[in-house]
Each structure stands twice: as C-alpha cells, then as structure tokens.
T-cell receptor
C-alpha cells in the first residue's frame, strides 16, 4: 500500500486556469506538508497542517490555497495559474510537528503553458 | 537564517568508486541533519539522519557524521553501485517551534558500470 499518494501525477494546463492537487496518507500521521521543487531541483516548503490546522505558511502567493478536510488529506488548490507555477509539487506527512521523519509522496509535475 | 549548501553536480563515478558529497549548513540553534535521496521519477526517501554533534547516521552503506565544528554533514559511501544513481539532498531541521525541513539544492549522482 502506498503510504503517501498524490493525484494526479502529471498535470498540464494553460495560464489562467484553476487546478487542484490531492494528497492522501494512510500512515495515521497528524501533520502534512506541501513542498515545491523548481526546475533546478530546489525544494522549498510551502505549507504545513497539523490536525487540520495551518501551522506553517511560507511566503506563497495567495493564489495557492491548501485545504485539509481531515488529518489524512491535504489538497492544494491553485487559482489563475502562471508560467512560474510550473514545478513538481510534493506532499509529505509526519507524526507530530517536532523531531519526526517526513514521508514524501511521489510528486505531481505541473506544467503551465 | 537557516540554509544548506551542497556541492554542485553532477557527480559522475564508475561502479565501486568511493563517493563523497559535501554538505555544509548555517543554522540558529542546534539542528538535526538529514540526507534524502530521490530516485528518478520518485519522491524523496530519508536515507539517514543525525540529531546531535558527532552522531553518525548510516544506511545502505552510506554514512554521514554531524560535525559541529565545521558545520558539515558530508555523505560518503565506500563502493557505489549503478543503482545508487539518484539526486541526493542534504537538509536540516531546527528543533524549535514548528519544524520544517530546509533543503540544499541537491546533487545528482551518476554511476556507470
């Protein structure tokens, strides 16, 4: 069974569209994250939720809105997509917010044309 | 601020060669240090970690020692295999407040038979 899963794996869309990426974890963790990996492979955290509550919100445009319907899910909605949003987005989860390993999903490659 | 600097790749080696990937960090407080590996088309996997000075993390033949005096966490392996070809990320986590991983830029390793 996949521990952290993301859908879709690939997403190609045009500028100005709105899209969502879904993430689910079956590890029983209470903390989930979204990371963005740019074309140079640089990884940076975007958001973190603990028990459905937002606890980390880096300097991310407000076109990006995470939503956590329950502890096992963290979705990422992006409005008015721009070329610069093209990247690989990784979801991760951990048990707790301090000192715990983060488990990563396989990533969603978003291409904005 | 907190940051991680890794050697630029790609690192190209022949099978059974010795591997070193350099990593240095800047951090406030006392961070935990990690090496993550990303195989082609996959998400990140934790390779090893160290939580305090002089700790040595090891896994699958890879080792890294937490050197506080040189603020370094270099990754080593005595004999690489073709299957080790991947991108390796050094990361830190400062143990205060809500923790987040700060990644280096990644180093691509290519091992040829």
């Amino acid at each position: 069974d996949t521990a952290v899963s993301q859908t879709p794996k690939y997403l190609v869309t045009q500028m100005g569209n709105d899209k969502s990426i879904k993430c689910e974890q079956n590890l029983g963790h209470d903390t989930m994250y979204w990371y963005k990996q740019d074309s140079k492979k640089f990884l940076k955290i975007m958001f973190s939720y603990n028990n459905k509550e937002l606890i980390i919100n880096e300097t991310v445009p407000n076109r990006f809105s995470p939503k956590s319907p329950d502890k096992a899910h963290l979705n990422l909605h992006i409005n008015s997509l721009e070329l610069g949003d093209s990247a690989v987005y990784f979801c991760a989860s951990s048990q707790g917010t301090t000192g715990y390993e983060q488990y990563f999903g396989p990533g969603t490659r978003l291409t904005v044309t | 601020g907190n940051s991680v600097t890794q050697m630029e790749g790609p690192v190209t080696l022949s099978e059974e060669a010795f591997l070193t990937i350099n990593c240095t960090y800047t951090a406030t407080g006392y961070p935990s240090l990690f090496w993550y590996v990303q195989y082609p088309g996959e998400g990140l996997q934790l390779l090893l970690k160290a939580t305090k000075a002089d700790d040595k993390g090891s896994n699958k033949g890879f080792e890294a020692t937490y050197r506080k005096e040189t603020t370094s966490f270099h990754l080593e392996k005595g004999s690489v295999q073709v299957s080790d070809s991947a991108v390796y990320f050094c990361a830190l986590m400062v143990n205060t407040g809500f923790q987040k991983l700060v990644f280096g830029t990644g180093t691509r390793l290519l091992v040829s038979p």
